[in-house]
Nanobody, 116 residues
Framework: QVQLVESGGGLVQAGGSLRLSCAAS????????MGWYRQTPGNQRELVAV??????NYADSVKGRFTVSRDNAKNTVLLQMNSLKPEDTAVYYC???????????WGQGTQVTVSS
C-alpha cells in the first residue's frame, strides 16, 4: 500500500508558475509509473504528465510549459508548472502504479486555480 499526499496547489495569475509536490508514504522502489492527472467538473480525469521508467510523457496541452520529475530518495514526484493558463484550472491528482502488484494509487487531489 502507498499513500500519496499532494501539496502546492493554490491561486495564481495567468502567466505565473506553481510547483506541485506529491509525497509517498513509503519507498517507491516498486512504483514504475508515477505522475499527475487533472480533472474539472463534468469532465473525465486526464493525463497531465507521467514518468514511466526513464520515459516522460506529457499531454499536448502542457508540453513546453510543465515539467514532471521524480526524486526516489525523497519518495516524491514534482510538477513544475510555468506559463499557466486559465484552462489549466483543475484539481490535480498524484498517480502511481506498482510494477509488483499492478495496483493504482491516487492522491486526494489539490486545487489549482489560474485567474485571467
Amino acid at each position: 500500500q502507498v499513500q500519496l499526499v499532494e501539496s502546492g496547489g493554490g491561486l495564481v495569475q495567468a502567466g505565473g508558475s506553481l510547483r506541485l509536490s506529491c509525497a509517498a508514504s513509503r519507498s517507491t522502489f516498486d512504483i514504475n509509473v508515477m505522475g499527475w492527472y487533472r480533472q474539472t467538473p463534468g469532465n473525465q480525469r486526464e493525463l497531465v504528465a507521467v514518468i514511466t521508467g526513464s520515459t516522460t510523457n506529457y499531454a499536448d496541452s502542457v508540453k513546453g510549459r510543465f515539467t514532471v520529475s521524480r526524486d526516489n530518495a525523497k519518495n516524491t514526484v514534482l510538477l513544475q508548472m510555468n506559463s499557466l493558463k486559465p484552462e489549466d484550472t483543475a484539481v490535480y491528482y498524484c498517480y502511481a502504479r506498482s510494477g509488483l502488484t499492478w495496483r493504482d494509487y491516487w492522491g486526494q487531489g489539490t486545487q489549482v486555480t489560474v485567474s485571467s
